[in-house]
C-alpha cells in the first residue's frame, strides 16, 4: 500500500486552512488567534495548522457540554439513539480507513500497517460500545420488609477526555465511543503534536450530527486547556492516557473539586523467557515487545528478562534481527520502523541512551539517531538494546518511550518474579515458557493489569486495558471501561404505603 506524494497531500488538510475546535455543534477558532503548526516526523514537513486554545475556549466547552447533558436533555437521553449514533460514526470511519491511517502515519510516524490496525480498532470500539449502551445493567435485590431494592446506573455527567500523542485517534476513540454509550457529554483534548485525525474523526461526527454540546473538541496545551479541564468544577469526570508525572498533577488538581478521575499511565513492562521457550516465537516477540510504534507504547515490553542459561544463544540472534528492522517513512511499503513523534521526544530518548552508557550498561546496538540522506530530515532512532544492566539504573526503572531495550539476568522463578515487580510501574508484563503450571504461575505473581504467556501485545477492545501500582487507576475498554463513566443509584421503593410508626406522636 504505497501512496504517491500527490496523494499523500490529498489526505492532507492544506496548511494555508487553520484548522479548528468543535465547541456546541460549531467549528470555531480559539479567542487566542494563535496558530500552531503541525509536522510530519519522518521529514519535518509542515502537515497542517491549527488553532491554540485557551482556557476561556475550555471553559466555553465545558459550558456547552453542562447545557447540552444537564438543560437540554441528553441526561435522559435513550440508549438506542446513542448505540445508532455510535452506529453511524463507525461505518462513515470504517469507509475512510485507509484516508484516515494514512493521516495518523504523517502525523504520528507509525507505520501504514499499524495506523490500519488502529483504524480498524477504532472502528471495532464504536461497534462494540453502541452494542453495550442497549444491554442490562442494574440489579435488583431480594431486602426485608416490604420493599423493591434496585440499582440503576446513571452516566456520570460530564467528562473531560485527555489523551496522548502515541495512539492520537485510537485512544481518544475509546473513551468517545464508552462515554457517549453511557450517556455522558464530553470535552476532548488531543495531544499539541497529534491532533490531525481526532480533527477529522469531529468532521463525521458534525455530518452525523449530535445534539449541540454533547461532543465537543478542544485543542491547546495541557498546561492551561487540559488544566482547565481538570480544574473545572463543572467536570464530572477526567478520563487521562499520558505520562505518569502528569497524571500525578492530575490526580492533585482533581483532588480539589472530588473529581471522579481514571489514568492509564505510563509502564516499564517485563518480558520474560525461560530457557525452556520456544526459541524463535520468543525473539521474535522480544522484538516485537519493544520495538512496534517505535517503542512509544505504554505498555511496550521495555526490559526483557532473560534466563541466564539461554542468554549466550539468544541475545546474538535478538542483536541480529534487530539490526534487519527495516526503517523509514511509516507510508513507503515494507517499512516496519517509522521516526519517533517530534523532534523533542527524539532528544528525550537520546538522552536516556546516554544516560545508559554512563551508568555502564552494555550497549549491544543501535544508541544512534539516524542521519544519513532523507533521514536526517526525520526523527529517526536505531533499535537499540543495552545489556549488563542493574536493577538499579534508571534505564532499567524509567520509562524510556522509545526504541531501547534494558535486557536483565535471573537464575530461578523467584528472581524472575522479584525483579519483573521491581519498578513503580505495574501495566503489562509476559512470560515465554511451553511449562504451561509455571508460566501461569509466574503470571499470577505479576503485579500489572496486562499479562501475556507465549505472545505479547495482542489486546483486545472486549478486555480491560490499565494498570496496577503507578500505572494508574481505573479501566479503559471492555465492560470496565463502560463502567467508568456510569454512576450507582440505589432505589427504594416502599410497597407498603403507609405511615411507618417510627414516632409514635401523631
Ligand atoms: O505526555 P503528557 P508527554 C509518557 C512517556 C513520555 C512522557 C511524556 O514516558 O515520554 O509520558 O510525554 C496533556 N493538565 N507517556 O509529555 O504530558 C497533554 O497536553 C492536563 C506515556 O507528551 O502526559 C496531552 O494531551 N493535561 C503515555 C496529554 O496530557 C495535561 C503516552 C499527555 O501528555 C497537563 C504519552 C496538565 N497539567 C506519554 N500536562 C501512555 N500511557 O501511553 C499535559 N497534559
Redesign the pocket.
Known amino acids: 500500500m504505497i501512496l504517491e506524494t500527490a496523494d499523500i497531500k490529498s489526505v492532507l488538510t492544506s496548511s494555508n486552512t487553520t484548522q479548528k475546535m468543535y465547541i456546541n455543534g460549531e467549528w470555531v477558532l480559539s479567542e487566542s488567534n494563535q496558530t500552531s503548526n503541525i509536522v510530519n516526523p519522518a521529514n519535518g514537513e509542515l502537515i497542517g495548522t491549527v488553532t491554540v486554545g485557551t482556557e476561556e475556549d475550555a471553559k466555553k466547552a465545558i459550558e456547552a457540554a453542562r447545557k447540552a447533558f444537564y438543560e437540554n436533555g441528553w441526561m435522559n437521553s435513550r440508549a438506542r439513539d446513542r448505540s445508532e449514533l455510535l452506529l453511524q460514526i463507525s461505518n462513515k470511519l470504517e469507509e475512510r480507513k485507509e484516508e484516515f491511517a494514512y493521516l495518523e502515519t504523517l502525523n504520528n510516524g507509525k507505520t501504514l500497517r499499524e495506523s490500519l490496525g488502529d483504524v480498524e480498532d477504532a472502528v471495532n470500539q464504536l461497534r462494540y460500545y453502541a452494542g453495550l449502551a442497549t444491554k442490562p445493567h442494574g440489579q435488583t435485590f431480594d431486602v426485608p420488609d416490604d420493599i423493591q431494592a434496585m440499582v440503576v446506573r446513571e452516566p456520570i455527567g460530564v467528562v473531560g477526555i485527555?489523551?496522548?500523542?502515541?495512539?492520537p485517534l485510537v485512544m481518544a476513540n475509546q473513551k468517545i465511543a464508552a462515554a457517549i454509550a453511557a450517556g455522558c457529554s464530553i470535552v476532548v483534548?488531543?495531544?499539541?503534536i497529534t491532533p490531525l485525525s481526532l480533527i477529522r474523526l469531529f468532521e463525521i461526527i458534525d455530518e452525523i450530527g449530535f445534539p449541540p454540546g454533547v461532543v465537543n473538541l478542544v485543542l491547546g496545551?495541557?498546561?492551561k486547556v487540559?488544566?482547565e479541564?481538570?480544574s473545572n468544577p463543572n467536570v464530572d469526570k477526567i478520563s487521562?492516557?499520558?505520562?505518569?508525572?502528569?497524571?500525578i498533577?492530575?490526580m492533585k488538581?482533581a483532588a480539589d473539586t472530588v473529581k471522579k478521575i481514571s489514568l492509564?499511565?505510563?509502564?516499564k513492562s517485563p518480558n520474560i523467557v525461560f530457557a525452556d521457550a520456544d526459541f524463535d516465537t520468543a525473539v521474535d516477540y522480544a522484538l516485537y515487545a519493544i520495538f512496534a510504534n517505535q517503542g512509544?507504547?505504554?505498555s511496550a515490553g521495555s526490559r526483557l528478562l532473560l534466563e541466564e542459561s539461554l542468554y549466550e544463544k539468544f541475545v546474538p540472534e535478538l542483536v541480529r534481527r534487530a539490526k534487519m528492522i527495516k526503517i523509514g517513512p511509516g507510508w513507503n511499503d515494507g517499512i516496519e520502523m517509522g521516526p519517533l513523534v517530534s523532534e523533542a521526544?527524539m532528544n528525550?530518548v537520546l538522552n536516556y541512551i546516554e544516560i545508559g552508557k554512563n551508568e555502564g550498561a552494555t550497549l549491544l546496538c543501535g544508541g544512534n539517531r539516524m542521519i544519513e540522506g532523507d533521514f536526517g530530515k526525520g526523527y529517526f532512532v536505531e533499535p537499540t538494546i543495552f545489556g549488563d544492566t542493574t536493577p538499579d539504573m534508571r534505564i532499567v526503572q524509567e520509562?524510556?518511550?522509545g526504541p531501547v531495550l534494558a535486557i536483565q539476568t535471573f537464575k530461578t522463578e523467584k528472581e524472575a518474579i522479584e525483579l519483573a515487580n521491581g519498578t513503580a510501574f505495574g501495566l503489562a508484563g509476559a512470560v515465554f515458557s511451553q511449562d504451561g503450571a509455571k508460566a501461569q504461575r509466574v503470571i499470577r505473581q505479576l503485579r500489572a493489569g496486562i499479562t501475556w504467556i507465549n505472545t505479547y501485545h495482542p489486546t483486545f477492545n472486549e478486555a480491560p486495558w490499565g494498570g496496577y501500582k503507578q500505572s494508574g487507576i481505573g479501566r479503559d475498554l471492555g465492560t470496565y471501561g463502560f463502567e467508568e463513566y456510569l454512576e450507582t443509584k440505589q432505589i427504594n421503593i416502599n410497597l407498603k404505603v403507609e405511615p411507618s410508626g417510627f414516632f409514635e406522636g401523631q
Do not use: M
Not at 487521562?240 to 497524571?247: L, V, Y
Open positions: 485527555i489523551v496522548p500523542w502515541n495512539y483534548k488531543p495531544a499539541e496545551s495541557g498546561r487540559g488544566a479541564l481538570v487521562f492516557t499520558g505520562g505518569t508525572d502528569t497524571g498533577k492530575l488538581s492509564e499511565l505510563g509502564g512509544q507504547v505504554c521526544h528525550t520509562e524510556i518511550f
